[in-house]
Structure formats: structure tokens, C-alpha cells
């Protein structure tokens, strides 16, 4: 028994440990491998097909990925004039060399595919750039075009003072022009950030090509800041300027990571100085014995005190009993009870700057393992109440379910009050990022949408229906939905779930958590849950995603409103188009299969519980939009839904941001 206890202690601090590297690269979440934008060049010269300089570009762009140095960049040419094909490659400061490498891989593969025919090309990822030319100045010169210029939608004036924030921008960007152009002849990159007094924080980097000179790359940045105050994108709160020889962005939240912002390589080291005494050497000598004296002492002195305090310490988890049903304990057979030292190996000490997430029962962040798998561990907080019921429900429930639109789980760490879990790491982090970002959200074209919420559908129908036992989720919300490296979903955060038998559909609780806005009525009211609980969830969400907004903040012109009420308001008066997110608008985006996504999810969303679809319904109707629907009836929690004032004005108690995973309601 003590030496399973050991083995309990020893697991738990290794997941302690482990959760540090987790939340190494929390900005890192903001990266986007897939976007990319792609100019076929300027120059107006074409080649022939099989012909030398074709020969020549495919040899060049099949090389790229090797070529690359430590620190993302590659310049070179194969061939001879005036067949020679020229490559520049970079990859984003704050990268590692593994990411920059699979995105060259990529792009190099589909460059001639968007350009068949044209000499010169640029092709722009959120972390890599390939640009190619058959101009032999292409190395070591100025390249400022071909370019891509890109601006949010929203003006600095909504939000704060213009002038004062374009003031502090151009001293934040001036600064890291600078730094950048003097950064030596391995990384030219410079991120940072300021804050303004009563304004919001601006993010920044620049970037140039290792190969320019300092007063190149001085002059690439500067006439990329010079063309946004002369372009639409003069006083946004985002923008972004991408030519082949330099970067420079900007946003009012953070996107870069400070962690991996590489450093040139140290210089060699000194020469041992020279001495005519053997006394120095004889000194030196023992210094480093006693150092390393001192250090094997400490190391003893820290595992003999490790052992004491197990022997004072306990496991403290106890059986968690669900109400109507017995989650049972913890088995081990269907993943994997982390060692300590492995999770040591891998993280540091749950660092604030490596935090990816937070939610009410704990905090989030990301780690590489000693086999170079990026894992997601979730320390729960001691503070909770329910911290060791959701510890035990998601090991419970998440090892035994297999669906590629559900998040998975690896294994725990557990010790004494300390209990960890650890995931798959999801690399685009939860859809919320990116649908309520001004400028991200533009990387979600219809089809994407359209694709993450039909695999949400599928993802709860095998939850309701298809796993083992009937799961309902009772916390599915934006934020608790992750994009995979191809932007696919996968629903997380199994720690409200509950489980029941395959011949039961519902229960009831008096004690109400979930997220306010995604809850639906019967649930927040009466404290009754079903699959149908889900299924408004559902519909809200997939509300949110064609709109772009948040439910409780969907704004319409110049004033807010309620997205429920107005989205079935507008359905009602022949037409949903005002609800639709204006990035959507247009040839590509079929009008049609948006307002019948609209339908459907207003169907999801009605009060009274009956009326809603069942998740196996919804996938038919989302993979038949030219059937026929019902009429949905008037929605829950609406201005035309028939809840009295009285209970509208019930003791909620919620977050000022109505964004924590839990929600606590008394009744």
C-alpha cells in the first residue's frame, strides 16, 4: 500500500511539473498554419511547361525544406541564367524549427499548383513565407513586392482614442524597426508590446530576411508602416503588411510567443586564461569539486525530504458518487498514469507565461514530452468545491470515448491534492479565438464553418447515441470547442458531464453549473438536463458561428441586441441575412444553405423541450439542406419567450464575463 502511495506522489508532481511547458507557448495558440494568402506575381513573365526553369523550380522548391537553417531562413537558386530559379524562405521569429519546416513542406508542395505558369510567386502563411523568382536579384535585395496588405474591419475610434493609440503604435513599431534591422545576420525579429495609460495593449512584431543589411530591412519596415496610414487600414485595432523581404503586424491582443523568439547563436567561448602559478588551477579545481559537492548534497537533501513528507501524506481522492449513477474508480488500462520524471523531463513549474487556458475548475496549459508529443494538461484548482467530482468524471467518461471530434485523453497525474489531467494538444486552440476575433475570424470562410459545425453535430451524436453510455455534456460553449492543426473541431471539457444508461435520456440536479447564455431554460430553471439540454447548447453555438458575435453581445448597427430574439425575429419576417457575419457575404458563401443552417439552428434552440430535434435529426438535416423543415417555435430565454419576469430576474449568480467554465446557482 505505501508504495503504491509513493508511486501515486510521484506521479502527481510529475504532472505538476509537466503542466509548466504546457502553457510554454499560450501565444502559440494563436497561430494559424493553414492561412495563407498567395500573389502570382508582378513581373508578367511566364515559362513553358517542361522547360528548364520549370525543371529548375521544381528541383529549387522540393530543396526548400532542408535547406532551412536553425532559424527558419533559406536563400538559394538552382541552375543557370537564364533558366535560374531563386528562393527566399522564412519562417516567423517566434517559431520552432519543426513547425517552420512541416509549413515549407506545404507550401512548397502547392506553390505551382496556384501559379502554373508565372515566373514569380509569394505565398504567405501565419508562420512561413515562400517567395520564388527567376530575377537573379532576388537574394540579398529589397523585395517590398509583390505584397499583401491586410486590415480589421474595426476602427480604433469605437473603442478608444485614435490619435493616442496611432501615437503609441508608431513609437511601438519604431522601436522594433530598429531592433529588428540590427539584429545580426541570423534572426532580424523584434516582438513586443506596450499599454497605454487607459487604453488598450498594442501587440506587435517586424521581421526581416536575415540577409538584408540593417539599412534594408530599415527601409522594408518603414515603407510597410508608411503604406497603412495611407491605406483602409489607417486607425484599425489590426493590420498586417507581407512582402517577401519583411513582415510587420500589429493587434490589440496577443499572438506572438516570447518563449521561442530565438537568439543568434553565442559566440565561441574564451580562451582559459594564462597563468605562470599552478595555485589558479589548483583553485579552480576546487571550486568546481565544491560546487558539485554542494549540488549532489542538495539533491539528497531534496529527495530524503520528498520522502518524508510522503510518509505524512496521503492520497487524499475519494469515490465520487453521480446522482443516479456510480462513475466506479479510476482504471488505468485505457490510459496512460504518467511518471514523474517523465512529466518532469518535459515541463517546468505551471508557469503564468505558459497558461493557454482558464476555467473555473482549474487552469490549462501545453508541454512536450520526451518523444516530442506536444500534450495538454488541465491542473485542477484546490480551490474548487468541484474540482475532485470533475477530476473523476473526466477520467471516467473521456478514456472510454474514441470519436475524432472529441478531444482525447492521455492519462493523469495524482497526488495528495493535486490532480492533473493530460490531452492531446490541440494546436489552434478553442474556436472562440478565432470566430470573435475581427481579424481571425475572417480565416473561417462558409465551407470551414459550415464543416466545424456539422462535426460538432457528429461529435454529440456519438456522445447521445453511439459511445457506450449516453453522455450529456451540459457545457458546450465556443471556448470548450478546439480546432485541430486542419481546423477541425473536437469538443473538450468533460468535467460537467453526466452518464447515463443507454435506456435513460434525462435527470435533474439542484446544483446548476454550466455557462450562462448556453444553458437552456429548463436546465437553469429547474435544474432538468437531457440530450435535448445539448441541443440547445447547439443551436447557440451554431448561432454564434454564422453571426461571428456572442450570443448575449451580438451588436446590430449601432445598438446591441439579444442574438435568439433577433435571429428568429428576422427568420420570421421572411429572411436572416442582417444575422449573418458580413465576412460571409458574397459569391462563395451560398445565401441559401446559410439561412437554412439558421432554421435548423433555431429549431435547436426553441423553449420548450419537446419541439427540439433530437442530435441524430440535426446531422440528417445538415447533410440534407434542400429538405424541408418545421417551424420553429418561439425560442428560451428570448423577449418573445413566454418566461415571466419574475423569473428573469432570478438570483444568477454569473461571472461578469459569462465566459468561466463554471457557473455556481443557487435555487
Not at 558 to 582: F, H
Request: glycine share 8%.
Amino acid at each position: 500500500m505505501e508504495s503504491q502511495k509513493w508511486i501515486l506522489f510521484l506521479i502527481l508532481c510529475t504532472h505538476l511539473f509537466c503542466a509548466t511547458i504546457i502553457g510554454a507557448t499560450a501565444a502559440d495558440d494563436n497561430i494559424d498554419v493553414n492561412y495563407e494568402y498567395h500573389v502570382c506575381g508582378n513581373s508578367g513573365k511566364n515559362y513553358t511547361q517542361n522547360s528548364t526553369y520549370q525543371n529548375n523550380l521544381n528541383r529549387l522548391l522540393s530543396s526548400l525544406s532542408n535547406g532551412l537553417n536553425e532559424y527558419g531562413f533559406y536563400n538559394g537558386s538552382v541552375g543557370q541564367d537564364p533558366d535560374k530559379a531563386n528562393a527566399v524562405v522564412l519562417c516567423r521569429g517566434d517559431i520552432d524549427i519543426e513547425t517552420c519546416r512541416n509549413c515549407v513542406t506545404d507550401g512548397a508542395q502547392r506553390m505551382t499548383a496556384l501559379c502554373p505558369v508565372q515566373e514569380e510567386a509569394f505565398r504567405w502563411y501565419n508562420v512561413c513565407s515562400i517567395y520564388y523568382s527567376g530575377d537573379d536579384s532576388t537574394i540579398g535585395s529589397v523585395r517590398t513586392t509583390p505584397n499583401i496588405v491586410q486590415y480589421s474591419n474595426i476602427f480604433v475610434s469605437l473603442m478608444i482614442n485614435p490619435t493616442r493609440f496611432n501615437q503609441y503604435l508608431k513609437s511601438l513599431v519604431d522601436g522594433l524597426t530598429r531592433n529588428a534591422a540590427n539584429g545580426g545576420p541570423f534572426v532580424k525579429f523584434a516582438a513586443d508590446n506596450t499599454t497605454p495609460p487607459n487604453l488598450q495593449t498594442i501587440y506587435a512584431y517586424a521581421q526581416c530576411t536575415p540577409d538584408l543589411s540593417a539599412r534594408n530591412c530599415n527601409d522594408c519596415l518603414t515603407t510597410a508602416f508608411s503604406d497603412w496610414s495611407g491605406s483602409p487600414g489607417n486607425g484599425k485595432i489590426g493590420a498586417r503588411f507581407l512582402s517577401p523581404s519583411c513582415f510587420l503586424r500589429y493587434e490589440i491582443s496577443p499572438f506572438f510567443d516570447y518563449t521561442l523568439i530565438k537568439n543568434p547563436p553565442s559566440p565561441p567561448p574564451l580562451p582559459p586564461l594564462a597563468s605562470g602559478k599552478g595555485g589558479s588551477k589548483r583553485t579552480i579545481m576546487v571550486i568546481v569539486i565544491s560546487i558539485s559537492a554542494g549540488l549532489i548534497a542538495l539533491i539528497i537533501c531534496m529527495v530524503i525530504i520528498l520522502k518524508i513528507r510522503h510518509k505524512k501524506m496521503a492520497p487524499n481522492f475519494t469515490e465520487v458518487e453521480e446522482n443516479g449513477s456510480s462513475i466506479g474508480g479510476i482504471s488505468t488500462e485505457e490510459f496512460i498514469q504518467y511518471e514523474f520524471i517523465t512529466i518532469k523531463n518535459a515541463t517546468g513549474n505551471f508557469s503564468d507565461k505558459c497558461k493557454i487556458g482558464q476555467g473555473g475548475f482549474g487552469a490549462v496549459y501545453k508541454g512536450k514530452l520526451d518523444n516530442g508529443l506536444e500534450v495538454a494538461v488541465k491542473r485542477l484548482s484546490h480551490t474548487s468545491n468541484q474540482g475532485n467530482q470533475e477530476f473523476k468524471t473526466e477520467v471516467a467518461l473521456v478514456a472510454k470515448l474514441q470519436h475524432r471530434n472529441l478531444v482525447r485523453l492521455l492519462g493523469f497525474c495524482l497526488e495528495g491534492k493535486e490532480m492533473v489531467l493530460v490531452y492531446e494538444f490541440v494546436p489552434n486552440g478553442g474556436l472562440d479565438k478565432m470566430l470573435f476575433d475581427p481579424i481571425n475570424r475572417g480565416y473561417l470562410h462558409w465551407r470551414r464553418r459550415y464543416k466545424i459545425i456539422e462535426s460538432i453535430a457528429r461529435g454529440l451524436v456519438y456522445l447521445h447515441e453511439d459511445s457506450r453510455l449516453r453522455i450529456i455534456h451540459r457545457d458546450l460553449k465556443a471556448s470548450n470547442i478546439l480546432l485541430d492543426a486542419d481546423l477541425n473541431p473536437k469538443i473538450a471539457d468533460f468535467g460537467m458531464a453526466r452518464l447515463f444508461p443507454k435506456d435513460e435520456t434525462q435527470g435533474s440536479t439542484w446544483k446548476i453549473v454550466g455557462t450562462y447564455g448556453y444553458m437552456a431554460p429548463e436546465y437553469v430553471w429547474h435544474g432538468q438536463f437531457s440530450t435535448r439540454s445539448d441541443v440547445y447548447s447547439f443551436g447557440v453555438l451554431v448561432l454564434e458561428i454564422i453571426s461571428g458575435q456572442k450570443k448575449n453581445k451580438f451588436q446590430i448597427e449601432e445598438s446591441m441586441a439579444d442574438l435568439l430574439s433577433y435571429a428568429w425575429t428576422e427568420w420570421r419576417n421572411g429572411g436572416a441575412s442582417r444575422v449573418i457575419d458580413p465576412m460571409l457575404v458574397g459569391e462563395s458563401s451560398p445565401l441559401h444553405d446559410i439561412t437554412k443552417c439558421i432554421h435548423i439552428a433555431l429549431l435547436c434552440v426553441q423553449h420548450n423541450v419537446a419541439y427540439r430535434p433530437t442530435m441524430t435529426t440535426v446531422v440528417q438535416m445538415l447533410s440534407n439542406l434542400s429538405m424541408s423543415l418545421p417551424v420553429p417555435s418561439v425560442p428560451g430565454f428570448s423577449f418573445h419567450s413566454n418566461v415571466t419576469s419574475s423569473e428573469s430576474s432570478s438570483s444568477l449568480q454569473i461571472s461578469r464575463n459569462e465566459m468561466s467554465i463554471s457557473e455556481q446557482l443557487p435555487r
